[in-house]
C-alpha cells in the first residue's frame, strides 16, 4: 500500500486509535486535496482520502498520527490527532456525497473499525469536536445511512422532553465542554436535525437524552 503523505508522527503517549473522525476536503477537486494533504508545507493530512468515485487511497499508515483534527476535543479528550483515525471525503460541502463515495466510505469504516476495535459511537464528524470552528462532514452528510450499516450511532425518535435538558445530554454524549451551549446546539443540530432553528426544543433534548443513555451503556 502506497503513503504518499509525508505529514504525520508518532501517535503521543502510547495512545492508539479510538475514534474516526469524518471531514470533507472543501476543495474544488479530488486531486487538489490530494495535493494539499501530501504538501509538506501544508502541514495536513489524513489517513484515508476517498474521492467522488469512491477511489479511496491510503496517504498515512493508520498507525501514524496525521494531521486532521486540529483544536478541540471528544468526550473530555483532547489531542484528538493522537486518538483517532481521519478520513478525508472529496466535497466542496455544498452539495450531496454521490452514492460510490458512501459505498466506499461504508468498506473502509468496516476495515477500520475491525483493525482498531472501534464501536458505532467512535465514529463523529470535524463538526462534533470542533464546534464553530468546523461544520464538515455538512448538513448533506448521510450519518442515518451510516448508523443502519451500524457504522455510526443514531437517536431513536422519542416524546419530546424538557429542553432544559438538552445541554447536560449533549455534554454527557461526549460535545465539547470548552465552547458554549449555543455552539453546543449548533453541532448537534448539524449533525443530527439540520433543518431545525432556534433555541433548543424538546426533540433536541429527547434526542440528545438518547444519545447519552446510549454512551453510557
Not at 479528550?77 to 478520513?87: C, E, F, P, V
Not at 466542496?92 to 461504508?106: C, F, I, K, N, T
Not at 450499516?149 to 449533549?170: E, H, I, N, T, Y
Request: hydrophobic fraction near 40%; include cysteine; proline fraction near 9%.
Amino acid at each position: 500500500m502506497h503513503f504518499p503523505s509525508p505529514n504525520h508522527g508518532e501517535r503521543r503517549g502510547g495512545l492508539r486509535p479510538s475514534l474516526i473522525v469524518i471531514h470533507y476536503t472543501a476543495m474544488d477537486s479530488c486531486a487538489a486535496a490530494r495535493d494539499r494533504l501530501c504538501d509538506p508545507e501544508a502541514e495536513v493530512s489524513a489517513h484515508w482520502l476517498i474521492s467522488e468515485t469512491g477511489a479511496a487511497e491510503a496517504l498515512v499508515p493508520e498507525e501514524r498520527r496525521a494531521w486532521h483534527a486540529g483544536a478541540g476535543e471528544w468526550r473530555g479528550m483532547g489531542d484528538i490527532n493522537s486518538r483517532s483515525i481521519g478520513i478525508e471525503l472529496a466535497n466542496r460541502g455544498d452539495h450531496p456525497y454521490p452514492e460510490p463515495q458512501m459505498q466506499a466510505l461504508e468498506r473502509v469504516l468496516t476495515g477500520i473499525m475491525a483493525r482498531w476495535s472501534i464501536g458505532p459511537d467512535g465514529v463523529i464528524g470535524h463538526s462534533d469536536m470542533a464546534p464553530g470552528r468546523k461544520a464538515d462532514p455538512g448538513p448533506r452528510f448521510d450519518w442515518r445511512r451510516l448508523a443502519r450499516s451500524g457504522l455510526a450511532v443514531w437517536p431513536a425518535p422519542q416524546a419530546p422532553a424538557d429542553p432544559a435538558g438538552f445541554d447536560a445530554a449533549a455534554l454527557a454524549f461526549g460535545y465539547p465542554a470548552g465552547v458554549s451551549a449555543d455552539l453546543r446546539l449548533e453541532a448537534f443540530r448539524l449533525r443530527f436535525r439540520p433543518w431545525a432553528s432556534g433555541p433548543a426544543d424538546g426533540t433536541d433534548a429527547a434526542l440528545a437524552l438518547e444519545l447519552a443513555r446510549h454512551f453510557a451503556a
